[in-house]
């Protein structure tokens, strides 16, 4: 079975643009979310969907939104991108996620550098 | 809100030692416990899984306790070797419905 894929790896934007990340989970899973990795803060959660609903969001403006399709494939969209926004991405998806609190499969990453 | 803190931030040790690295949590309502590894610049691979009706798990040279009331984790490396030099994270399962992680403890395992 293939992994969690990210895509694309590496992107380099400057302040103002806006950025797109996608993320094809495994094979039969159903629920996808977002993480945000910096030095300072380490890990964050975004945000996670599940049939194509957003079942929770973490303390993130509202310049971070994201999207799920019937196939579950994920993708994430940054608007007016801030220099913090410089960080490694992370998607992670389970079987089910929420209440069943499933095992947690991790992708590459997608490293985002903000100019 | 929940609070997860990793001891020591990182640790150095010679080859074959066997070493123990620290998670602690705030809150003790929780779902579950992982612990993953990340090498640099990759993505997070899942080591251990506890429910918090556990008390540890075992995966190889790799041993998870979870002590829920007192709000602590240790994951148990034996016989350490240069190929788990990494970062460990724990991370906890809450009333958050969310996984909050803590910042890690890079180890590095010298041949």
């Known amino acids: 079975k293939a992994g969690v894929t990210q895509t694309p790896r590496y992107l380099i934007k400057t302040r103002g643009q806006q950025v797109t990340l996608s993320c094809s989970p495994i094979s039969g899973h159903r629920s996808v979310s977002w993480y945000q990795q910096t030095p300072g803060q380490g890990l964050q959660f975004l945000f996670e969907?599940?049939?194509?609903?957003?079942?929770n969001k973490g303390n993130f403006p509202g310049r971070f939104s994201g999207r799920q399709f019937s196939n579950s494939r994920s993708e994430m969209n940054v608007s007016t991108l801030e220099l913090g926004d410089s960080a490694l991405y992370l998607c992670a998806s389970s079987t089910s996620g929420g209440n069943a609190k499933n095992i947690q499969y991790f992708g590459a990453g997608t490293r985002l550098s903000v100019l | 809100k929940q609070e997860v803190t990793q001891i020591p931030a990182a640790l150095s040790v010679p080859e074959g030692e066997n070493l123990v690295l620290n998670c602690s949590f705030t809150?003790?309502?929780?779902?579950?416990l992982q612990w993953f590894r990340q090498d640099p610049g990759k993505g997070l691979t899942s080591l251990l899984l506890i429910q918090s009706s556990q008390r540890e798990q075992t995966s190889g040279r790799l041993n998870a306790s979870l002590d829920k009331s007192s709000g602590r984790s240790t994951l148990y490396i034996a016989a350490s070797q240069p190929g788990d030099s990494a970062t460990y994270l724990c991370a906890v399962w809450g009333g958050s419905e969310k996984l909050v992680f803590g910042k890690g403890t890079k180890l590095t395992v010298n041949p």
């Open positions: 969907y599940f049939s194509e609903t957003q079942r």
């Open positions: 809150d003790s309502a929780i779902y579950n």
